[in-house]
């Protein structure tokens, strides 16, 4: 896509970051809050559309989340594309 948007020398690096427990300790905390920050906003949208959570289980995500990060840990693999504009 970025080749056919003219960018040259077009590359893919795949990283995988780490997050909570499983993050360096200087990240630990902003990685959650990165992770759980969005998802008030977002199970607000979801209460909006059908779907087969309940209202108690949105309600409880955000935090069960936090839960988990903290006591667990997690990953996330992001896929950077780049080029050199022609």
């Known amino acids: ?3 056919e948007a003219g960018l040259k020398n077009v590359q893919e690096k ?3 970051v ?3 427990k499983k993050a ?3 990240f630990q905390e902003m990685s959650i809050h990165g992770v759980t920050g969005p ?3 977002l199970t607000s949208v979801a209460r909006t ?3 087969s959570f309940t209202n108690e ?3 409880a995500l955000p935090a069960r ?3 988990e990060l903290e006591t667990e840990g997690g990953q996330v693999e992001m896929v950077i594309a780049f080029g050199q504009k022609a």
Do not use: A, C
């Open 49 to 51: 559309v059908p779907s």
């Open 24 to 26: 360096k300790t200087e």
């Open 18 to 20: 780490k997050l909570g």
């Open 57 to 59: 289980q949105l309600d």
């Open 39 to 41: 998802l008030v906003p």
């Open 65 to 67: 989340v936090k839960e």
């Open 1 to 3: 896509m970025l080749e």
């Open 14 to 16: 795949r990283v995988v």
